[in-house]
Structures are given as structure tokens and as C-alpha cells.
């Protein structure tokens, strides 16, 4: 049996937390929220999955590789409220008494370091489970990846495989990108393609295969929704580029270092 690698996508974890929690706080009054919302699902996933190994990504602050290809990316995302941004460091000090070590890349996001992590997992004949607060790690999923995420707000969680996917979408894991091009994202401020919904977007991803499938040949389609595709067609490839997760950067995977051994109770109460 494979053994099992928890790689968790701090930041949307973080931030699922401090907008689905009330504002909890501390009896010394520091809101613990985000912290709380964390520390829960982190404690679940390990509950549920029992890993022999956790790592944890997270953003950096900066600019990455995609607002350098395009400065709309993310550019309607508020900035950090000001009472988040100690929970961060409240999380790195809980992950660091669990003895779980963390890891980042300047010019790259949380999700490009756990693609990397997990295609590493992957050769090493480990299975990886992602543990995020949102989707956008679907099109990582293989036979021996998978997405464990929270729904319906928080406690509320559910894994996604290959059948998972296929079974809401009708699409594979691979294809979530092209869906994602079409359908676009207004958390990350990608475009899209203006009039293509979800449902649009699943039925031409699954029955022309890829974004170079759609647009092979465009009389197949009503007449509103190929004036909307010709019109933005170098939209949605940008939108592909800006939505694809990098999974080749210059981190390694140390399983002496994630080798989960447990935790001091104390410590981590403390």
C-alpha cells in the first residue's frame, strides 16, 4: 500500500477560515478565526486521511509569474484585511509545532509549489491528498492525487478522484483547465470567454476535447456563442495560461522532512 502525503494549500485554507468564521477571539483578545478554521480542517484531514508524511505551502508576498505575463491578474482582489494578516504567522507557528515542515518560491504561488510537491509525491511512489479551501487544484488529480476541500461552508468536506470530477463535470482532471479558460475566474480576475457559464463551458471541453477543440471549427455553434468565442479568442488561451498550475519548479521533496512522527500535545496547545 502506498503511503500517503497530506500536502496542504496554506493560504486558501487561511482565508477560507477568516471569511466562513465568525470573529472568534482569544481571551486576550486576538482574533483567532482564520487560526481556528485552519487548525480544524488540518486536524480533520489528518483524522480522515492518517498520512505518513504533511507538508504545507504557502504564498509569498510579491508579485509572481503571472502578474509579470499580465498586470490584470488579480488586480480586483482586495488587499489583505489588516486583522488576517497576524493569523498567518499564528498558523506558522502552529504548523511549526506540529513539526510539519513548509514550503515556498518567490515569483510563484502556493499552488505551483503543491503541483510540484505532488508530481514529485507521485515518482516517489507516494499518494498525495491536497488539502485546500478551493478547486483550483482539480486539474492536479491522477490515480494517485487527490483533493480533499471543504464545502457548503466549513466543517463540510469532500474528496475528489478522477470518478469525483467526472461525475460533476463530465470532464477529466486535465481538461478542468480548459474549462476554467472558458468559464473564466473572478476571484483571480481571469476573463474568460464573456457568456460562457459553467454548464457552456463543461459541454464544449467534453465534447471538443480541448480549448484547441472548440476552436477548431466555429459554425458548429449558435450564433451568439461564436461571435463571443471569435471575439475573444486570445482571451481564453491567456485565460488557459494565467489558469495552468506549474508543476516543474526548483523545489524538492524531502521525505525525511515530511515524515509525519506525530506531535507534542503540550507544545501544540501551548
Same mark, same amino acid.
Given at each position: 500500500m502506498r503511503e500517503r502525503l497530506i500536502l496542504i494549500d496554506s493560504n486558501s485554507l487561511i482565508y477560507r477560515g477568516f471569511f466562513a468564521i465568525p470573529a472568534l @477571539? @482569544? @481571551? +486576550?483578545g486576538e482574533l483567532s478565526n482564520a487560526t481556528f478554521g485552519f487548525a480544524s480542517i488540518f486536524l480533520k484531514a489528518i483524522e480522515e486521511i492518517k498520512p505518513q508524511h504533511i507538508a504545507a505551502a504557502f504564498d509569498l508576498p510579491g508579485k509572481t509569474f503571472r502578474h509579470e505575463k499580465d498586470a490584470t491578474y488579480k488586480a480586483t482582489r482586495k488587499p489583505m484585511p489588516d486583522e488576517l494578516r497576524p493569523q498567518f504567522e499564528r498558523v506558522k507557528e502552529l504548523l511549526d509545532r506540529f513539526g510539519v515542515p513548509m514550503y515556498s518560491l518567490p515569483g510563484y504561488e502556493a499552488d505551483d509549489v503543491i503541483g510540484t510537491l505532488a508530481r514529485q509525491a507521485e515518482a $516517489?511512489? %507516494?499518494e498525495a491528498i491536497i488539502v485546500s479551501g478551493d478547486l483550483d487544484p482539480l486539474q %492536479?488529480? @491522477? $490515480?494517485n492525487v487527490k483533493l480533499f476541500t471543504t464545502r457548503m461552508g466549513f466543517q463540510n468536506t469532500v474528496i475528489y478522484d478522477e470518478a469525483k470530477i467526472h461525475e460533476r463535470y463530465g470532464l477529466a482532471p486535465s481538461q478542468m483547465i480548459d474549462f476554467k479558460a472558458l468559464k473564466g475566474d473572478t476571484t483571480d480576475n481571469i476573463p474568460g470567454v464573456p457568456g460562457v457559464g459553467d +454548464?457552456?463551458?463543461a459541454k464544449l471541453v467534453a465534447e471538443h476535447g480541448d480549448l484547441e477543440g472548440v476552436y477548431a471549427d466555429l459554425t458548429r455553434f449558435t450564433p451568439k456563442l461564436r461571435e463571443s468565442l471569435a471575439a475573444h479568442r486570445e482571451q $481564453?488561451?491567456?485565460s488557459r495560461e494565467m489558469a495552468t498550475i506549474v508543476t516543474d519548479l526548483p523545489v524538492t521533496l524531502e521525505t525525511a522532512r515530511t515524515r509525519w512522527r506525530g506531535y507534542d500535545r503540550a507544545a501544540v496547545l501551548a
Open positions: @477571539t @482569544t @481571551t +486576550k $516517489a511512489g %507516494l %492536479l488529480v @491522477t $490515480a +454548464k457552456t463551458a $481564453a488561451f491567456r
